[in-house]
């Protein structure tokens, strides 16, 4: 029989004592040399299985593009849940007919002030609580509805002499800016009456409210006053300041149902 290479296998003989020995004989076994042991060899690395081949670069970045696209989806799923709530911030609102109306006074012969009101007030205000600088204001008056309480001075007012109905039958308030003041609003908007449009400023009281109205919906109030130029619009031009004043005083209240 031949020898075997004493470099390639060892005996380490260990000795093991039990405690529960009725001698103090040792027994013997056989073991594996621990490391530093004469002969021993060292840890070798381990290899990656033969069945899992390095990543080529084209297979990294087809794992770069899926985990890039599902970051992105992630984000469309964020910002899809963030939109609902950011509408959800705003609110439209229109004017309840039978309760809002725009009043005038006019300084007549100069001597006291004519009163009157057009009704069937249209449109819509967007309103957002949360930031009253984004809400929005655009208003439409029926001005052939003027009441002034005199039917043949209505005729007059509704005529060529005044507001011409014919061919100016609305009029319309679009805001450019919406701001807190003092105790209310300062709405910025452009004014079209009698074909001519101008830029008005509206001093606003309000919002009152919200509360549930006769059609159960939720319903705001706002009063907002101003004072135009009759003739910076071309209405009744033939008439002097000392016949008809020029400054006109509006005051506007809405009561506005929630949509």
């Given at each position: 029989m ?21 001698n ?10 621990p ?24 297979l ?15 984000l ?58 984004k ?6 008056i ?17 005529s ?22 003092a ?47 009759r ?14 004043g ?14």
């Amino acid at each position: 029989m031949r020898a075997k290479d004493p470099s390639r296998f060892q005996i380490f003989v260990a000795t093991i004592t039990s405690p529960r020995a009725s001698n103090s004989t040792g027994a013997i076994r056989l073991c594996a040399a621990p490391a530093g042991f004469p002969g021993s060899r060292a840890p070798q690395p381990r290899k990656s299985p033969w069945h899992l081949p390095a990543i080529s670069s084209g297979l990294a970045a087809h794992i770069e593009r899926i985990s890039l696209m599902k970051r992105l989806a992630l984000l469309s799923g964020i910002l899809a849940l963030a939109a609902p709530l950011a509408l959800a911030q705003t609110s439209t609102w229109v004017p309840d007919k039978a309760h809002s109306e725009v009043d005038f006074a006019i300084l007549h012969m100069s001597l006291s002030n004519i009163r009157g009101h057009f009704g069937n007030i249209g449109g819509k205000i967007v309103y957002d609580k949360a930031d009253i600088a984004k809400s929005t204001v655009d208003v439409t008056i029926d001005v052939s509805s003027v009441d002034s309480g005199v039917s043949t001075r209505d005729a007059d007012l509704k005529s060529t002499n005044f507001f011409d109905v014919a061919q100016f039958p609305t009029a319309t308030f679009v805001s450019t800016s919406v701001a807190k003041s003092a105790g209310g609003l300062t709405v910025d908007g452009n004014l079209t009456l009698h074909g001519v449009t101008k830029p008005v400023v509206l001093q606003v009281d309000g919002p009152t409210g919200p509360i549930a109205g006769m059609d159960h919906k939720p319903h705001m109030g706002f009063s907002a006053t101003t004072t135009i130029s009759r003739t910076a619009f071309g209405i009744a031009a033939k008439y002097p300041a000392n016949i008809v004043g020029d400054n006109v005083k509006l005051t506007i209240d809405l009561d506005v149902a929630k949509q």
